[in-house]
């Protein structure tokens, strides 16, 4: 019998695998995530990751939730417990560290949250499955090998799936999503940060409409 925590994360992956690439944006305000949740139900974009390197992450989460409350929300770059605290208190899905921090994948293991700790060498692997994990983020990507990477390691390790995130473009992301160990990739590319913090919404729009017709 699956626990809660694999049960989550058995329900978050498959949402993610049908949104293929999860936009990453970073938020100064509760106010700009609702303005970016009008553009995000227009393009009809499924999933985003709130990365917490801004101390408004955990307001522009709820903020997002509440405008719309079926999209996938990821909550990235996050580092502490109280972070995790926040992220899940916000309404976030799935919490994504940029590294592998055992004390922070049992924290959310005991709260049934689902994680996906960034990975980038087989040792880190290792120590991810030996915590009952098989879902993993390997960051940053294309600084760490990339594509010849992942198809080196699905040889030793063909259970694990990957999030790729880091360095990919519209250009290289079919690359990753045609390895059958890709489950999604982090996509800085669909959503640009300085017309968002501008409050160009209108040019947020067309953007994400020319990054996902290059998909």
Not at 3 to 31: C, G, H, W, Y
Not at 47 to 63: C, D, F, H, K, L
Not at 75 to 104: E, M, R, W
Not at 137 to 160: D, M, N, T
Request: hydrophobic share 45%; net charge negative; aromatic share 6%.
């Amino acid at each position: 019998m699956l626990s809660d925590f694999e049960t989550q994360m058995l329900t978050v992956v498959r949402r993610m695998k049908n949104i293929a690439v999860l936009p990453l944006v970073t938020l100064s305000s509760a106010a700009s995530a609702r303005e970016l949740a009008a553009v995000l139900r227009k393009t009809g974009v499924a999933g985003i990751e709130v990365t917490y390197r801004s101390s408004q992450a955990a307001e522009a989460i709820a903020a997002l939730r509440a405008e719309v409350p079926e999209l996938l929300i990821a909550a990235g770059t996050v580092l502490t417990k109280n972070q995790i605290d926040s992220a899940c208190d916000a309404g976030a899905d799935v919490i994504v560290t940029p590294g592998l921090n055992p004390d922070n994948v049992a924290y959310c293991q005991q709260r049934g949250m689902p994680i996906i700790p960034g990975v980038n060498s087989p040792t880190h692997i290792e120590q991810a499955m030996g915590m009952g994990l098989r879902y993993l983020k390997f960051f940053p990507a294309e600084a760490s090998g990339g594509v010849a990477f992942l198809k080196a390691v699905s040889g030793p390790y063909p259970s694990v799936m990957f999030m790729p995130t880091g360095g990919i473009t519209a250009d290289t992301v079919a690359d990753y999503l045609n390895l059958p160990t890709v489950f999604v990739c982090g996509g800085s590319w669909v959503l640009d940060n300085a017309l968002v913090d501008s409050g160009d919404w209108d040019g947020v729009k067309k953007h994400i409409l020319q990054s996902r017709n290059r998909d």
